[in-house]
Every structure is written in C-alpha cells, then in structure tokens.
C-alpha cells in the first residue's frame, strides 16, 4: 500500500468516525438518485441518531457536510438545499464494514470464537 494509500484510507476513517456522517452517508446512498434534501436528510440523521433536530440541522450544515463535501464524498448544494452522493469506493467499503460489525450475524460469530 502506498502513501497515498494510507492517506485516503486514514481520511475515509476520520470521515466515518462520526456516526452522523456515516448516517449522512447511509441515507444518500439508499435514496432515490442519491440525493436528498436538507430537510429530509436531517430529520432521518436525527431520527438515527437521536438527536435534536434543530442543533443536528446546525452542525450537519456549518460541520458534517462542509467535511463530506471538502472530502469529495458528498456534493452539498447550499443554495438548492440538496446533498447528494455518488458512490465513492472506499468509503462504501468501510460502510459495508459498519454494518456487518452491527449485524447480529457478526456478534453470533464473534462471540463463538472466544
């Protein structure tokens, strides 16, 4: 693995430690064209997350997404209120990795080869 390698792979898990990016990033990648509206976006985060609505919509618009966007994962149009993915390798990979450490399957076979 190159530097590069690293550098890329060390970004993605900065990106997917806050579990509100990687719910930013689950709900795009499961919505129609890969796009959502702010609105829509923050109340399934909050929804996810169990968090407040109003202070999510604050730190997803002025931290979380400027984050996504600057990292070229997700595309956020702040005059359209829209943001939207399109499917970027890596970090799918390490979503895919999310969910099946989530899964009950994961913690049935963990927990026999203790």
Not at 87 to 95: I, K
Request: hydrophobic share 40%; glycine share 2%; with cysteine.
């Amino acid at each position: 693995m190159t530097v590069d390698d690293e550098d890329e792979l060390d970004t993605a898990f900065e990106l997917l430690a806050d579990r509100r990016r990687r719910a930013v990033v689950e709900f795009l990648r499961a919505a129609p064209r890969g796009a959502l509206e702010l609105p829509a976006l923050v109340d399934a985060v909050a929804t996810e997350c169990e968090a407040d609505p109003d202070a999510l919509a604050s730190s997803l618009h002025h931290r979380h997404l400027p984050k996504l966007d600057d990292a070229g994962v997700v595309e956020f149009d702040r005059e359209e209120g829209v943001v939207s993915y399109d499917s970027h390798p890596l970090v799918e990979r390490c979503l895919d990795v999310a969910q099946s450490y989530r899964s009950d399957q994961w913690m049935h076979r963990s927990s026999k080869s203790d």
